[in-house]
């Protein structure tokens, strides 16, 4: 089992569309990043949380540390969405460890207008 | 443009031969990474430098692979004896490593293909 898994794997929306995408994770973490790849390779970071809520724009990120789960929304979606969306989290184990991410598979979101 | 840079941005070889990578990371930044993605996955850990140390490295990193940081600068990445399984894009990220939790700022990756 992964230490990190996202469901879906594959999205489907309508422009207009509010989409989940979740993240499950199974070790302690110091940090859980949300980050989006467009088809290219290029790696842009959405969000970095460590607890509660984070909003920017149309994306909210929530965390629950309890659980060992987060969830991406994206309100009132649009085409321009369409991309990779990658969960990682960063381990809170000590010495020089903590600097890796380790990543979701990535969930491939298509809006479609 | 004051990101992250990698060069080349595509790469071609052939079974066997040598290839080498670079990474320029913004500035400022003390911690470098290096990540590799196959088609269809997330990225997976290589290796990672404060400054010029290297501190931790993957067991994907073969002995066929080396990285370095020599000045706590720019990072290179070589892969020796290339092998089709290489075939993958390789990312590298940068941070400012002055938290834990510190964003890191990707580069646009470079993409191998050994044939």
């Known amino acids: 089992k992964n230490e990190v898994e996202q469901s879906p794997q594959n999205l489907t929306a309508q422009e207009g569309e509010f989409i989940t995408i979740n993240c499950s994770y199974s070790v302690g973490i110091s940090a859980l990043h949300w980050l989006q790849q467009h088809p290219g390779g290029g790696i842009v970071s959405l969000f970095m949380l460590s607890s509660g809520k984070k909003k920017h724009g149309r994306l909210i990120a929530t965390i629950n540390i309890q659980e060992k789960h987060s969830s991406l929304h994206i309100t009132a979606s649009h085409p321009r969405d369409s991309a990779v969306y990658i969960c990682a989290v960063r381990s809170n184990a000590g010495g020089t460890s903590y600097g890796k991410l380790t990543f979701g598979q990535g969930t491939i979101l298509t809006v479609h207008p | ?115």
């Not at chain 2, 070889?13 to 930044?29: A, L």
């Not at chain 2, 993605?37 to 990672?48: I, K, S, W």
């Not at chain 2, 080396?66 to 990445?77: D, I, Q």
């Open chain 2, 1 to 115: 443009d004051t990101g992250v840079s990698q060069d080349p941005r595509h790469k071609i070889t052939k079974r066997g031969q040598n290839v080498t990578f670079r990474c320029d990371p913004i500035s400022e930044h003390n911690r470098l990474y290096w990540y590799r993605q196959t088609l269809g996955q997330g990225p997976e850990f290589l290796t990672y430098f404060q400054n010029e140390a290297q501190l931790e490295k993957s067991r994907l990193l073969s002995d066929r692979f080396s990285a370095e940081r020599p000045k706590g600068s720019f990072s290179t990445l070589e892969i020796q004896r290339t092998e089709q399984g290489d075939s993958a894009m390789y990312l590298c990220a940068s941070s400012l490593g002055v938290r834990r939790t510190d964003t890191q700022y990707f580069g646009p990756g470079t993409r191998l293909t050994v044939l």
